[in-house]
T-cell receptor, first 114, second 110 residues
C-alpha cells in the first residue's frame, strides 16, 4: 500500500517565521510534488522534483523553496511566512511513467499564518 | 497552459444520481482522472479514462468523455451520504503533468 505522509496535520506560525513542511513516501517514487489547495482554486502546483536534488518550479513558486536530499523525502520551505500563505498544503508522489499513472497524495497540512 | 473548469457545488438527495461536469482546453490531453477528497484527507484516485474512449463504467460510476467539446463528466448512481466529498477532475497533458480543476463539493441529503 502506497503511503505518503506529511509531518504535521495542523500548523500555526507567525508572520516572518521560517516554516518547514516535510513529506515522505515509501514507494520509491521518482517524482514528488507540492501543491496548495484553496477553496474554489483547486490544486495549484508550487514545485515538483523528478529526482534527488532536482527541482522544477510549478505555477506558483514565489515565496517558497524546496529541498530533495533523499529520494523518499521532499521538503517545502517558506523562508518568511506571510498571511497569504495560509492554506492547505498537499504533497504527492508518483512513479516515473510515460503513460497512465496514479498520483498518490498525503493527508495534507493545514497551515495558518497569523 | 491547460485550463480545467468545474462547478463549485452540487447538492442531491440520497438515492438520486449525481452528475459532476468538467471542461478543459488542451485537446492533446491523454488521460483524464477523477479524484475524491473526503473531509480532512488527501485526494484519492476514483477512476480515469483514456482520451480515445467515450465512456467507462465502474460499478456505480460512469465517466463520459466528449473530446470534441472537451467535456468530461462523472455520474454516480444511487448516491449515498458517504459520497459526500470534493471531486476533482484532472487532465494529463504536456510532460505528463496533471492540471486539476477547482473541485466540486458534492453534498448528499438524506
Amino acid at each position: 500500500d502506497v503511503k505518503v505522509t506529511q509531518s504535521s496535520r495542523y500548523l500555526v506560525k507567525r508572520t516572518g517565521e521560517k516554516v518547514f513542511l516535510e513529506c515522505v513516501q515509501d514507494m520509491d517514487h521518482e517524482n514528488m510534488f507540492w501543491y496548495r489547495q484553496d477553496p474554489g482554486l483547486g490544486l495549484r502546483l508550487i514545485y515538483f522534483s523528478y529526482d534527488v536534488k532536482m527541482k522544477e518550479k510549478g505555477d506558483i513558486p514565489e515565496g517558497y523553496s524546496v529541498s530533495r536530499e533523499k529520494k523518499e523525502r521532499f521538503s517545502l520551505i517558506l523562508e518568511s511566512a506571510s498571511t497569504n500563505q495560509t492554506s492547505m498544503y498537499l504533497c504527492a508522489s508518483r512513479p516515473r511513467l510515460a503513460g497512465l499513472y496514479e498520483q498518490y497524495f498525503g493527508p495534507g497540512t493545514r497551515l495558518t499564518v497569523t | 497552459g491547460e485550463d480545467v473548469e468545474q462547478s463549485l457545488f452540487l447538492s442531491v438527495r440520497e438515492g438520486d444520481s449525481s452528475v459532476i461536469n468538467c471542461t478543459y482546453t488542451d485537446s492533446s490531453s491523454t488521460y483524464l482522472y477523477w479524484y475524491k477528497q473526503e473531509p480532512g484527507a488527501g485526494l484519492q484516485l476514483l477512476t480515469y479514462i483514456f482520451s480515445n474512449m467515450d465512456m467507462k463504467q465502474d460499478q456505480r460510476l460512469t465517466v463520459l468523455l466528449n473530446k470534441k467539446d472537451k467535456h468530461l463528466s462523472l455520474r454516480i448512481a444511487d448516491t449515498q451520504t458517504g459520497d459526500s466529498a470534493i471531486y476533482f477532475c484532472a487532465v494529463q497533458g504536456a510532460g505528463n503533468m496533471l492540471t486539476f480543476g477547482g473541485g466540486t463539493r458534492l453534498m448528499v441529503k438524506p
